[in-house]
């Protein structure tokens, strides 16, 4: 993996969490909740609701959905390598 797609993948899940934090804050602006717990929450909810929306609709409606996480283009990871196979041992020799 290149460092432009490791830094790429940081980004697009950075802005997520970002965006979550702004949405929680925004919200938590109309309400009188004190709970540092309920903000976590909120957080975590918003950001992982907010990366599947466009995760999904970058996957099947258009690439172009990839912008609101960041980067228009999500990484590219490698292939794994091919293990060597081992052949099994042979009867009787």
């Known amino acids: 993996m290149t460092i432009y797609d490791t830094l ?3 980004w697009r899940t950075a802005v997520p969490i970002i965006v979550g934090t702004l949405v929680t804050v925004l919200a938590h602006a109309g309400l009188n909740v004190d709970s540092a717990a309920a903000i976590a ?3 975590a909810a ?3 609701a907010y990366y599947t929306l466009f995760r ?3 996957a099947h409606v258009s690439p172009a959905w990839g912008w609101l996480l960041g980067l228009a283009r999500p990484p590219a990871y490698p292939a794994p390598a091919a293990s060597p196979t081992v052949a099994p041992p042979v009867k009787g020799a």
Do not use: C, K, M
Request: aromatic share 16%.
């Open 8 to 10: 790429a993948s940081l």
């Open 41 to 43: 929450w909120l957080t």
């Open 46 to 48: 918003f950001s992982g």
């Open 56 to 58: 999904l609709l970058e």
